[in-house]
């Protein structure tokens, strides 16, 4: 017990530091290494999360950023945006690539925590810092969905072109979420989760966007 508990504290401290360290002086870089400019705003504020909980915190405009806990399968949250009125979409999904596998917006226990190696987590996974796009309206969402669908699963070259074109118009914005916390659970069990953690989230919005969405609708 006494060497589970040593072992818990070191991964926390861990963590802790890699976050700190990993936030930039000034702002955050963004997707892909985009830095912001004088045209964007930032909206920020820190949460934290429980096994088995979700969070949610509401942005202005009345969009709603949560992460929504994974039960099933392995263990994690996910992050998503939406609208309260449309609460099964997901504004995130639809502009963050890659749009197969591994993707930022999963945060699952075996991206940090592996068995034997356990602290170590996966090579191959996103780590504390994670870099994500979002729309801002249904009808931005809607076009994303379906512009992605037929690039996903095209019925010719020249349609997923064609999807492509358009998937790449829509207007979106840049999300960054930064663990600085991580308490990990079932420490010397086949079962390795994550029982909390403490993040900041950064979201950067255009002040001057054009508006494709139509009057009215739920936005930032």
């Given at each position: ?51 088995y909980?979700d ?40 502009v963050t ?20 190696g ?26 994303a ?35 600085t ?30 508006d ?6 739920t936005?930032?």
């Amino acid at each position: 017990m006494t060497e589970e508990v040593n072992l818990r504290r070191i991964l926390v401290i861990r963590y802790f530091l890699i976050g700190v360290l990993l936030i930039p002086a000034g702002t955050a870089s963004l997707l892909r290494g985009e830095v912001s400019d004088a045209n964007q705003s930032r909206f920020s504020f820190s949460g934290e999360v429980s096994r088995y909980e979700d969070y949610q915190h509401e942005l202005p405009g009345g969009l709603v950023f949560t992460l929504e806990f994974i039960g099933y399968g392995p263990e994690g949250w996910a992050i998503r945006i939406f609208d309260p009125a449309f609460p099964f979409d997901n504004f995130c999904s639809v502009v963050t690539p890659p749009y197969n596998g591994i993707n930022a917006l999963q945060i699952y226990s075996w991206h940090f925590l592996e068995g034997e190696g356990i602290g170590q987590g996966s090579v191959n996974a996103p780590g504390e810092e994670r870099r994500f796009r979002f729309v801002t309206c249904k009808h931005d969402y809607d076009d994303a969905f379906a512009s992605l669908s037929s690039m996903l699963w095209p019925e010719s070259p020249e349609a997923k072109q064609a999807a492509t074109v358009v998937h790449d118009g829509i207007p979106c914005e840049n999300g960054v979420l930064r663990i600085t916390e991580l308490v990990p659970g079932g420490i010397g069990s086949d079962s390795a989760r994550i029982d909390y953690i403490v993040f900041d989230v950064d979201l950067f919005i255009q002040e001057n966007i054009t508006d494709s969405c139509s009057t009215g609708e739920t936005g930032i």
